[in-house]
């Protein structure tokens, strides 16, 4: 079946723009994480979602970030006045349950 | 807190050769461990997971690991590693509690030479 998707692949921007990434999951998967993978390092928990239940925003670096799940279905992460370090891999996984995340390609996002 | 070291970054070898890539971990409370490999501009795939029972586990591609909770290691494992094998490989760890989040570690680069 169709494993976890993200878009776009890539995104170039420059300093202070908004950008929006999309992640959608395997369907029937309640739970939903977002990672962030600097060059170099391993992968940063930024957000999970799970069901309807209020999402777990512990990780997310600062206020510029933000990310929303409608349902169980797709979700977006938004990066507001985007800045240099914010460079990385945004990677986003789904889960049935406690014992397994599936990954998706990930969106590499470069900002200038 | 949880925490994950992987102690070498990268780990060069010949094809046909044993490899093992270290795996260390802290937690205050039980875990489930999980080896990750990711190749050159793909996600993350799942290569094996320690949640409970036999401390040995197997997983794809002839990878195995060892779960020592007295040395909270969880050491990956393949005894003849083949040109294919090339990729960046993560350990984690998640202690369950309300979110099952990953604590991964910084990588290690394996490259298999021919």
């Known amino acids: 079946g169709a494993g976890v998707s993200q878009s776009p692949s890539n995104k170039v921007t420059e300093k202070g723009k908004d950008v929006e990434l999309r992640c959608d999951p395997i369907s029937g998967h309640t739970a939903l994480y977002w990672y962030r993978q600097r060059l170099g390092q391993g992968l940063e928990f930024l957000i999970y979602f799970q069901g309807n239940s209020a999402p777990d925003k512990s990780g997310l670096p600062s206020d510029r970030f933000s990310a929303e799940r409608t349902g169980e279905s797709v979700s977006t992460l938004t990066i507001q006045r985007t800045q240099q370090e914010d460079s990385a891999v945004y990677l986003c996984?789904?889960?049935?349950?406690?014992?397994?995340?599936?990954f998706g390609p990930g969106t590499r996002l470069t900002v200038l | 807190a949880q925490s994950v070291t992987q102690l070498d970054s990268q780990v060069p070898v010949f094809e046909e050769a044993p490899v093992e890539l270290r795996c260390n971990y802290s937690s205050s409370v039980s875990v489930y461990l999980f080896w990750y490999v990711q190749y050159p501009n793909q996600g993350l795939q799942l290569l094996l997971k320690y949640l409970s029972g036999s401390t040995l586990v197997k997983g794809i591609n002839g990878f195995e690991a060892e779960f020592n909770k007295s040395q909270t290691s969880f050491h990956l494992r393949k005894p003849s590693v083949h040109i294919s094998d090339t990729a960046e490989y993560f350990c984690a760890v998640t202690s369950g509690g309300s979110n099952y989040k990953l604590t991964f570690g910084k990588g290690t680069l394996l490259t298999v030479n021919p």
């Open positions: 996984a789904s889960s049935p349950s406690y014992n397994e995340q599936f």
